[in-house]
């Protein structure tokens, strides 16, 4: 179950696309969707880190989601964008291949990801929706921009 979710609430997840994989990211952590910009690159900072854009006055990070989630060589096409996420008290974009819709899920609709012991790192993943027959990948969009090896966005209270 996620955050936003509850027993009887419907929630409502922004679904994007990495290679052949859809995803689905909580709405309510959605402040905008921009095209792709090379960004400024930062020296050492980690391969999926692809540096910063200046966002209005806010230096804002972007990350690779492609190549944060190992899924092969990112290529930058006329759909590829950038998400910008509100984390915490923290402004980070994140770019995708393409986003396709919004999604409104039941409780029902989310099952929990399954284990699959150390062959998939499922921590940052809180289920799988379905609608019709597709699959929404879920992610804990928080947890994962405020894991260690992100070290993005402080650590939130819990």
Do not use: C, W
């Amino acid at each position: 179950m996620t955050d936003t979710a509850t027993a009887t609430n419907p929630a409502e997840y922004l679904a994007f696309t990495l290679g052949r994989e859809e995803y689905g990211i909580d709405i309510q952590k959605v402040s905008e969707i921009r095209n792709y910009e090379n960004p400024t690159r930062l020296a050492s900072a980690p391969d999926f880190v692809k540096g910063v854009i200046n966002l209005r006055g806010t230096i804002v990070p972007i990350v690779d989601m492609r190549i944060r989630f190992a899924l092969g060589t990112p290529e930058y096409g006329p759909f590829t964008v950038v998400i910008i996420l509100n984390i915490g008290n923290r402004t980070v974009g994140m770019v995708v291949d393409a986003v396709s819709d919004v999604t409104t899920l039941a409780p029902e609709q989310i099952k929990p990801a399954p284990d699959l012991g150390s062959t998939l790192n499922t921590e940052h993943i809180v289920g799988l929706g379905t609608v019709d027959d597709r699959m929404l990948i879920l992610v804990d969009i928080d947890r994962m921009m405020s894991s260690e090896e992100m070290g993005l966005v402080e650590r939130m209270a819990a």
